[in-house]
């Protein structure tokens, strides 16, 4: 057997996984200050959480889940493939929509999708995901537009678009439809095979087909924006309305109709071109009337999913990925017995008044100190010697400007807990 994680999954670890952490750090604050409180599902759901809802035609339905058995031969689970559905079942379950309050939760999970792996494609991928229900006002899409986007710039990313489009409702859907498929006939002969397969049931999907033929029709097809009744059409005035006065620079794009079937009205993605094909930060929108595919009387919601890795894609792509992380503070360097006394106690006194410290435990010569010290990243190291015992001086290094100052032994502590609350 080849030791190796399966195809699409990957490890985490080492700094790569700190500067995830950092990240995710910031979404919870994030998510916080919005007023958005965590939830957590199974991994596992029942198959039909996902069949009945995400949609019989779309690719996670037909081809992208990973199913399980369950106690019963006939009972299958499946890994959870995307967060909405699984969310859906729990509220549901629990009764949370029954207060008729607008309530707000947020997950940090794995998914998983039976998909060909690429850069920003895995099978096991981690998805920040937003969902606020019993709330029908496009200000609530708006809300968490405005959530993304404030922590996408948290992190210093602002190389995204982001793309808006109201895929309408039942009433006004199936008539747009129709005028589709009146659009696409005579072109059907050169759509791609999947487009030709969509066109009977599922024809807003070809509007979403990367392929450049197919891209080239779709361009002209008739907009739903330009066919939606008036309460949608009023939504979407209303929501661009208040994206605008939140000084929210947005696209209108009628490509926007999302790869999962459960979407009324307002539909968005956050793209960014440092992603490449997989150009999709994130995506989202409203799904009123999902509750009704578990035979619940429908009441309102509305979400998004963020995909982890491509955010740190995007990051990486920038190059700020060293301005995000949280590095050690403080390098000690110990040369010698009687400075390790004296440092090994100030190393875990700062450690618990939140200072950032590492320390080599071990004794080493001067030399491979200091390039622990370097590689290390802190920004400062604290050397200490018998010579500087003797003179009752410390020298701190600043390890970026390269420049040193000397500290009175006796101050040391205080010195760099004062240090830490000014840079
Ligand atoms: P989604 O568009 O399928 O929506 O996924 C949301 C985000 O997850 C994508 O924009 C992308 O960043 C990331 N993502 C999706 N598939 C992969 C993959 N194979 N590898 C890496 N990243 C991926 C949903 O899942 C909806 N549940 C979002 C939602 C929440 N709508 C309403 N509430």
Redesign the pocket.
């Known amino acids: 057997m080849e030791l190796k994680a399966v195809k699409?999954m990957h490890d985490l670890f080492g700094p790569e996984l700190e500067r995830w952490a950092v990240v995710e750090e910031q979404a919870r604050k994030v998510f916080s200050n919005f007023g958005y409180q965590e939830i957590r599902t199974p991994v596992l759901e029942r198959l039909e959480v996902f069949s009945q809802t995400v949609g019989d035609e779309t690719d996670?339905v037909q081809k992208q889940m990973y199913t399980v058995m369950g106690d019963e031969s006939s009972e299958k689970l499946a890994l959870r493939?995307?967060?909405?559905?699984a969310?859906m079942r729990s509220v549901i379950e629990h009764k949370l929509h029954q207060t008729g309050r607008p309530q707000r939760f947020y997950y940090y999970l794995s998914?998983f999708?039976h998909?060909r792996?690429q850069k920003?494609?895995?099978?096991q991928?981690?998805?920040f995901?937003?969902?606020l229900i019993n709330d029908p006002s496009p200000e609530a899409d708006a809300e968490l537009i405005v959530l993304l986007d404030s922590f996408l710039r948290a992190l210093t990313i602002t190389e995204f678009e982001i793309r808006i489009n109201s895929v309408g409702c039942n009433d006004c859907r199936p008539k747009y439809k129709e005028l589709l498929k009146d659009y696409f006939r005579p072109h059907l002969a050169s759509l791609c095979e999947e487009c030709q397969k969509r066109f009977e049931r599922s024809p807003l999907r070809i509007l979403d087909c990367k392929k450049p033929g197919c891209r080239a029709i779709a361009e002209k097809a008739p907009r739903i924006v330009d066919n939606l009744d008036e309460a949608c059409t009023a939504h979407h005035t209303q929501l661009k309305k208040r994206l605008t006065s939140a000084g929210i620079t947005f696209v209108e794009d009628p490509s926007i109709v999302?790869?999962?079937d459960?979407?009324v009205r307002t539909a968005f993605?956050?793209t960014s071109n440092l992603l490449g094909a997989?150009s999709?930060?994130?995506?989202?929108?409203?799904?009123d009337g999902l509750s009704a595919r578990f035979n619940e009387p429908p009441f309102p919601?509305?979400?998004?999913?963020?995909?982890?890795?491509?955010?740190m894609l995007v990051l990486e792509a920038k190059k700020a990925l060293g301005d995000i992380v949280q590095v050690p503070l403080y390098y000690f360097a110990a040369l010698g017995p009687a400075a390790f006394d004296i440092l090994y106690p100030l190393s875990l006194s700062l450690k618990r008044r939140g200072v950032k410290v590492e320390m080599m435990y071990e004794q080493k010569k001067l030399k491979d100190l200091l390039k622990a010290a370097d590689r290390s990243g802190a920004r400062f190291t604290v050397m200490l010697g018998d010579r500087e015992l003797e003179e009752g001086n410390v020298p701190l290094k600043n390890m970026k400007e390269r420049t040193q100052e000397n500290i009175p032994l006796g101050q040391l502590e205080e010195e760099l807990f004062r240090r830490t609350t000014c840079v």
């Open positions: 699409g996670i493939p995307e967060g909405t559905a969310f998914m999708r998909e792996p920003g494609r895995q099978r991928f981690h998805q995901g937003a969902e999302r790869g999962l459960y979407y993605e956050f997989q999709a930060l994130a995506g989202g929108g409203r799904y919601a509305v979400g998004f999913g963020m995909g982890m890795e491509r955010v």
